[in-house]
């Protein structure tokens, strides 16, 4: 359409906007040759281009950044002894109830009968040479002392209601706990709600707690677990652990994509130690 | 996207997304928010999000979120605000005229003046507009039509009390 004093306004909307050709622009510049009282719209109408206030900033960047590598938390970096992480964890899992957290966990304490079968675990002189153990033999301890180990549970009353709406599953967290080959809790894709769990292989160094003897193994059936964002790492543990037991096993670390509130470890070999978690058998959760 | 393209996202694009949203809403912590959480949400997706759409889906999510914000607050104070400065706007004499833009830009109904935001802040084509703002292409060119007449005819009655 030609310009014309109706519609020279779309025009020169179009001209600031840079939508006008080269042969509109120079009809536009005619056009205003012949009517000059409205260059001084067109001034105007440039006005109207906002420019962005560079002052405006958003300060804190780096609180929106990731981690540009996958890592490994190590609890026990600072928590030696599976007694105060327990004793931390139930701490805990009390305040996580009582905030009434949507994603509510109930664990249970026991004790066993023969207790001090139970903590022959630490004992250092069962492992003094922990790289020239086999698998096999592993196991076999494992087993024995898996199946001579009796729980009983403390009758502890935990909220009815909790209880019934929850699943309850009982474990025997010492299955595995010495030996347990590395289960990584990797934390993922939190859109989802549910847990994903992914078999991979991974090549894990592993620091036995008892000993301090370094062994490096390729871990198979190592089992990846997506958790949902729990925002803090106490959370995440609490998931993680019971998440371990549920699957039989023991979790050692938790690869962690999103932020490491302990060391950094760039390298692709992770550095995981052995968790005991003695004293707690009995958990429930509610999906 | 890998993990170092998203910080690099989180370089490039933070102030950019959060100019846009603060102006739009005219409020500093909700915009903080707002932008947080749009970066929360690209980093869920960062997997599925390729680099070069990065921006474009920052813009989109953080728009979206500001307009669920908006719908959960029913801003009535907001709304008041904006009257407050319209007045404001006429009954003083405005010399600065980048000011009383943006105090007319305040004036605008917010699809407009997202618009103009989005075009004149980042450069995006109508078309990019309108696929962050769930209009076509013809639409956002009439809304920014609209606007700058809007706004400029607030810069003529300025001129007159002038």
Known sequence: MKININNYEAWMIDYIEGNLSAADEKELSEFLTFHPELKAELDLFSQTKLEPDTTIIFANKQSLKKAEGGRVITMFSWVKYSAAVAAVMMLFVGVRMYNGSKQQMVIQPYHYENSSEAFAFDRPADHVNETAVSNDVKMNKQNYFAGNTKLVKNKIPASSNEVKESIKREINPIQNIEYAKAKSIKVKDYSNEQLQLNPIVIEEEVYFASNEVKQTTTVKNVTDISLNDNKTVVDWWIDAVAIGGELGGVVEGVRDYDFNPFEKKESAITKTRNINILGFSYYSRKK | ?162
């Open chain 2, 1 to 162: 996207m890998t993990p170092k393209e998203y910080n690099e996202t989180v370089d490039v694009w933070a102030d950019g997304v959060y100019r846009f949203i603060r102006k739009s809403l005219r409020s500093d912590d909700d915009a903080q928010d707002i932008v947080q959480n749009a970066f929360e949400i690209l980093w869920k997706n960062h997997e599925n999000v390729q680099f070069e759409k990065a921006k474009s889906y920052l813009f989109s999510t953080a728009y979206h979120n500001m307009i669920d914000h908006i719908r959960k607050r029913k801003r009535m104070d907001y709304v008041e605000e904006i009257d407050e400065a319209a007045k404001g706007g006429t009954s003083e004499v405005q010399v600065d005229v980048k000011e009383a833009i943006e105090k007319a830009l305040q004036l605008l109904p917010d699809v407009q003046k997202n618009c103009v935001l989005l075009r004149d802040y980042e450069g995006y084509s109508y078309e990019e507009i309108g696929e962050m703002l769930n209009l076509n292409e013809s639409q956002v060119k009439v809304y920014i039509f609209r606007a700058r007449k809007t706004l400029k005819e607030y810069l003529v009655s300025i001129h007159h009390l002038i």
